[in-house]
């Protein structure tokens, strides 16, 4: 992957630089908030929000032309869906084809794979109302990686509630 040059900017190749950037641009934008005035970081703010909602819909609108060309639905939407970079932008305008639930079943399944780890170390144990419970047999170090992984695939959960599997009390 190549991203488009930026005056100034290297382009954007990899995913360890788009988490760098990233990371930058939130550090960058704490900066700006702490040094302006608060009616100028509202001018920021409102200008950002407005470059947010741009990009939106244009991301809506080529996903709406690449629909109208032929490109085929569950195929098409397979591909996005497992595109890390492209998803959490789909995610964060409202325009993922998988709903909440999927997209947090999907990862469930995946993330043991993924980390390296038995399918069984990782359990979906219940979902719904923005909430997701895990049973996981991974230590309480990997709780955070657990936690930042469902953020990004479901900004939109309220509650990640990781239990491990030595807290459970069989009954009797």
């Known amino acids: 992957m190549t991203g488009a040059r930026v005056a100034g900017m290297p382009p954007i190749v990899d995913k360890a630089r788009l988490e760098a950037d990233s990371v930058e641009i939130e550090e960058m934008l704490g900066d700006l908030r702490a040094r302006l005035e608060p ?3 509202q001018l920021v703010d409102g200008v950002l929000a407005r470059l947010v909602r741009l990009y939106g819909v244009g991301l809506q609108r080529a996903l709406e032309h690449a629909r109208a060309s032929g490109a085929e639905g569950a195929s098409f939407d397979g591909a996005i869906s497992e595109d890390d970079l492209l998803g959490g932008l789909l995610v964060m305008h409202g325009l993922h084809p998988l709903s909440t ?3 947090v079943a999907r990862l469930a399944e995946t993330l043991p794979r993924r980390l390296g780890v038995p399918p069984g170390a990782l359990v979906l144990v219940w979902l719904g109302d923005g909430r997701v419970r895990l049973l996981s047999a991974l230590g309480e170090e990997a709780d955070a990686v ?3 992984a469902f953020e990004n695939v479901a900004p939109e959960l309220t509650s990640i509630d990781i239990v491990a599997f030595s807290d459970l009390r069989p009954a009797g």
């Open 39 to 41: 009616e100028a970081w």
């Open 101 to 103: 639930e999927e997209r």
């Open 146 to 148: 657990l936690r930042r």
